[in-house]
């Protein structure tokens, strides 16, 4: 049984499973357990046991009888964001922007948090906010 995990709606399904195909192995060591660009469900694992899944938005909209609302709220501030630990932040975000991420944040040290963390922020091809952390 699969421990607890996040598991992300998304509206650009194809666009998502190629960002985080190419980032969450090299960034976690997951590896993709089952899944193809087509969704509607992709799921990645660590040590068999689920790490990070996506879902696409529409399908679980169908499944809850929410299809007439809007995918996305109005402008507002992130309600939830998607951390990863790495060994190298710079490193992380290279690869992460190189697979259609897009800056939110420069890579910076962040004593104020914590007396050796380091920490950029992204966004993936869905808009989601993305933490890149080492401490």
């Known amino acids: 049984m699969d421990a607890l995990y996040s598991r992300l709606l998304v509206t650009r399904f194809a666009e998502c499973f190629a960002f985080y195909r190419a980032v969450l192995p090299p960034l ?4 993709l357990a089952k899944g193809a660009p087509e969704g509607p469900y992709a799921s990645w694992d660590l040590a068999d046991q689920t790490l990070l899944a996506l879902f696409d938005r529409s399908a679980m909209a169908a499944t809850l ?3 007439g609302l809007p995918a996305h709220a109005a402008p507002g501030q992130d309600a939830a964001m ?3 630990r790495v060994d190298d932040v710079d490193a992380a975000l290279d690869l992460c922007l190189r697979h259609g991420g897009t800056p939110a944040g420069a890579a910076a040290d ?3 948090w914590a007396p050796t963390l380091r920490s950029a922020h992204l966004r993936d091809p869905d808009g989601r906010l993305v933490e890149l952390q080492s401490y």
């Open 110 to 112: 962040r004593p104020e």
């Open 28 to 31: 976690t060591g997951a590896a």
């Open 65 to 67: 009888g929410t299809a």
């Open 82 to 84: 998607l951390v990863l």
